[in-house]
């Protein structure tokens, strides 16, 4: 699976921003998709995940109730959208996909994308 991450940019806090991963492959829609993010001298965390079907979700503290994460098996592709963004949030973004376990470990992730910058200005 190869996964393509965009739709990062520079927004004002308080602003939105929609992510978009679009995978390859036909098996797409048996994978936990994820996203995570990683800051400039931090760990990557993680951020959200959603189930195969869609029916289970999963999100950090940091943003439940400003993030959510949706997917379109039919498009291959998987989405973040960031509300009330705060200068917080800033980070590299990326998507994820696992085929087993441990939605929210970075180690359950087997497949990556190149990641996508988001920077929140205060």
């Known amino acids: 699976v190869q996964l393509q991450a965009s739709g990062g940019g520079l927004v004002q806090a308080g602003g939105s921003l929609r992510l978009s991963c679009v995978a390859s492959?036909?098996?797409?829609?048996?994978?936990?998709m994820g996203w995570f993010r990683q800051a400039p001298g931090k760990e990557r965390e993680f951020v959200a995940a959603?189930?195969?079907?869609?029916?289970?979700?999963y999100y950090a503290n940091s943003v439940k109730g400003r993030f959510t994460i949706s997917r379109d098996n039919a498009k291959n592709t998987v989405y973040l959208q960031m509300n009330s963004l705060k200068p917080e949030d800033t980070a590299v973004y990326y998507c994820?996909?696992?085929?087993?376990?441990?939605?929210?470990?970075?180690?359950?992730?087997?497949?990556w994308g190149q990641g996508t910058q988001v920077t929140v200005s205060s």
């Open positions: 994820a996909a696992s085929n087993s376990g441990g939605y929210n470990l970075v180690g359950a992730y087997e497949y």
């Open positions: 959603i189930s195969p079907s869609g029916g289970m979700i």
């Open positions: 492959g036909r098996t797409f829609s048996s994978y936990v």
